[in-house]
């Protein structure tokens, strides 16, 4: 095995969040790794950095972890993220990566983050704390890609995390969670409505802003700006 195709997980972790280069410019992302020729492998770096998130970026500040989430989740600057639909690798494998989700925003951005985005709207596209809220509109996992009903695991996993995510007590996470629900509302409204309807029952002392979004997400309406 060459070197391009030996690099580390903590290795790679360095090289994608110890810097701080706009992510404007993603050649300062280049990584000696032909990642695409190692799915499983890449799988397996972002299942272990979002199950262990909240250890693993705590020594990055929140700039660097914002452009380094962006990097690896926007079909923008890199292809990491398609290895979720690879289906040359196990279901299982790559839902178990979908759950991890949970804990990104269970032990990272819940702790991280602000109860609300603020500054300039360019400021807040390039917060970490936008990053939470966008989360499931990042990814380029949408109903309409993977609807197939030869794939249900795929979309009741994402549906899931979406609703484990509701179940985090803060109220960016929760909107994060609202977020994804409302963009998966026009394949899967009743379902969707359920989960919210669930979640607002559950949970009856969350802020009326949140709940307000979440009415708003039963419907299938939620924002591309906050």
Known sequence: MDGSQSLGFESWIVLIFDHFQSIESPSNYDIPWDYEAEPELVLSYLTRLFENAGALLTPYTDPQVSNGLEYLVSPNFSNYMFVLQDTNIAMEKRIRCIEAFYYLFSTFFAVRCENEIRGTLLEKIRSLCWKCYTWYDL????????????????????????QKTLSVSHPLCQKGGLHGLGLWHYTYPERVERIIDQFIAEFPNISDDVRNYAQQARRGYVRDWH
């Not at 380029?140 to 899931?160: C, G, K, R, T």
């Open 139 to 162: 990814i380029p996992i949408h109903a309409n890609w993977v609807s197939d009903a030869s794939q249900p695991e795929f979309n009741d996993a994402m549906l899931a995390v979406m």
